[in-house]
C-alpha cells in the first residue's frame, strides 16, 4: 500500500497542477492540443517520456485490490499507451487533437477532479491504516 500511496500522491500533484494550467491558460493549451507546427523530435521525446512513466508506474505497481490501486494501475496504461502511440503511430495520435471536441475547460476539471478524488482516498487510507 505504501507503493500505491507514494506513486498516488505524485500523479495527484501533477493532475490538479495540469488541470489549474488547462483552466488558467486554456488558449496556450488549446493550441498545444492541437499539435500546430508540431517538432517530430519534440513529440518522439514526449512519447518517450510517457512510455517510461508508464512503464516505471507498471513496473513497480500492478495491483486491482482497491479503488486507489485501481486507479494508479490505470494511470499507468493511460501514460504507457499514449507513450507507445506517440512513438509508433505519431500521424494518427496527433490527429486526435484536431478533434473539436477537445475542450481544455472540460479536460482542466476532469484533471482536477481526478487529482482531488486520489487525494481522497490517500488521505482515507491512511486513516485506516493508522486505525
Not at 33 to 43: E, T
Not at 59 to 71: E, M, P, R
Not at 100 to 126: D, E, H, T, Y
Amino acid at each position: 500500500m505504501q507503493t500505491t500511496n507514494r506513486i498516488a500522491k505524485i500523479l495527484s500533484a501533477y493532475l490538479m497542477v495540469t488541470g489549474t494550467g488547462f483552466l488558467l491558460s486554456s488558449d496556450y493549451y488549446s493550441q498545444m492540443i492541437s499539435h500546430a507546427g508540431s517538432d517530430p523530435v519534440l513529440i518522439n521525446l514526449s512519447g518517450m517520456v510517457h512510455f517510461f512513466i508508464g512503464m516505471t508506474i507498471l513496473v513497480n505497481h500492478f495491483l486491482w485490490k482497491n479503488a486507489l490501486q485501481i486507479i494508479v494501475t490505470i494511470l499507468g496504461f493511460m501514460f504507457l499507451l499514449k507513450g507507445a502511440f506517440l512513438i509508433a503511430l505519431p500521424e494518427l495520435t496527433l490527429q486526435s487533437g484536431n478533434n473539436p471536441v477537445q475542450l481544455p475547460w472540460a479536460m482542466s476539471v476532469g484533471f482536477i477532479a481526478i487529482g482531488i478524488c486520489m487525494a481522497f482516498l490517500i488521505l482515507k487510507n491512511r486513516k485506516l491504516n493508522s486505525i
